[in-house]
């Protein structure tokens, strides 16, 4: 089954800095690699996605990177906020299967 | 709030007793997902409907647990004679025809 690998667990980042959080996958048939973020107590909240058919995608401050051959995508935040405080988690999916296979999570904390 | 909804949102059992959680997805989505989170970890998943229909189940989901959406509309997840190891979060999804899932709240249980 799909594996999902994600770096770092922890992460600290000064206020107005970039985070970048890196996944790496081992299923080729995986085409669907969204990001959550899930602050303390909370929900995972959808933040982003990206389909294999596209290399990058932007929503603002947050951007996703894909690497197909390399089979691994990346999460990147700009301008760090303190609200950007959470823990992230990457995950993959397979087109056909239902079930996506989470990554461990990345602790960020933003440092003001 | 027209997101997906938990009830309970907390719910603490002795060892050996029976347990029900109750899911509503988002009004019109088709596909509804239970995963079980642990402290630190990502969502694993644990079962997937389509409309009525359960499609998927992970080897994660013992005999001790099962899952209904009759009608297609709200699932309840039971589990019977509770054990220690249990204790999680259990987060439902929801999503329509796409890919992008969204999950609600949680119940936490907690089996002493």
């Known amino acids: 089954g799909e594996n999902v690998e994600q770096h770092p667990s922890t992460l600290s980042v000064q206020e107005g800095d970039s985070a970048v959080i890196k996944c790496t996958y081992s299923?080729?048939?995986?085409?669907?690699f969204p990001w959550y973020k899930q602050e303390l107590g909370k929900r995972p909240q959808l933040i982003i996605d990206?389909?294999?058919?596209?290399g990058e995608k932007k929503d603002q401050r947050i951007a996703v990177t894909l690497n197909k051959t390399a089979k691994h995508f990346s999460l990147h935040i700009t301008e760090t906020q303190p609200e950007d405080s959470a823990v992230y988690f990457c995950?993959?999916?397979?087109?056909?299967?239902?079930?996506?296979?989470f990554g461990t999570g990345t602790r960020l904390t933003i440092i003001p | 709030d027209t997101g997906v909804s938990q009830d309970p949102r907390h719910k603490i059992t002795k060892r050996g007793q029976n347990v029900t959680f109750r899911c509503d997805p988002i009004s019109e989505h088709n596909r509804l997902y239970w995963y079980r989170q642990t402290l630190g970890q990502g969502p694993e998943f644990l079962t997937y409907?389509?409309?009525?229909?359960?499609?998927?189940k992970s080897r994660l989901l013992s005999d001790r647990f099962s899952a209904e959406r009759p009608k297609g509309s709200f699932s309840t997840l039971e589990i019977q004679r509770t054990e220690q190891g249990d204790s999680a979060m259990y987060l439902c999804?929801?999503?329509?025809?796409?890919?992008?899932?969204?999950f609600g709240p949680g119940t936490r249980l907690t089996v002493t």
């Open positions: 990206i389909r294999s058919n596209v």
């Open positions: 995950a993959a999916k397979n087109f056909g299967n239902e079930k996506l296979t």
């Open positions: 999804a929801s999503s329509s025809r796409w890919d992008e899932q969204y």
């Open positions: 299923d080729s048939a995986s085409n669907y």
């Open positions: 409907f389509q409309n009525e229909a359960q499609l998927e």
